[in-house]
């Protein structure tokens, strides 16, 4: 199991292959895919069974959306978009 991956959690063998791992955050894996045309990174929340935002607890859900700012925020600061 990779340091950080949660007991029970398995990603899915597509995003395994198409993007590689760039750290992790409290609930999520932070990935970024293997097109380097564009930044396009994936917060990957670290939930058994969890496929949509629904799925996941009330507390998870706040978590993902603080993480998804943090990361828009970093993003936005080194690509210099606006």
Do not use: Y
Request: proline share 6%; aromatic share 6%; charged share 25%.
């Amino acid at each position: 199991m990779l340091p950080g991956l949660k007991a029970g959690f398995t990603l899915d063998a597509r995003l395994e292959a198409d993007s590689e791992q760039l750290m992790w955050l409290g609930l999520c894996e932070l990935r970024v895919m293997n097109d380097r045309r564009w930044p396009w990174l994936l917060l990957v929340p670290q939930r058994p069974g969890a496929e949509e935002i629904h799925d996941m607890t009330p507390l998870d859900q706040a978590m993902l959306t603080f993480e998804t700012n943090m990361v828009a925020q970093a993003l936005k600061k080194v690509s210099g978009c606006t």
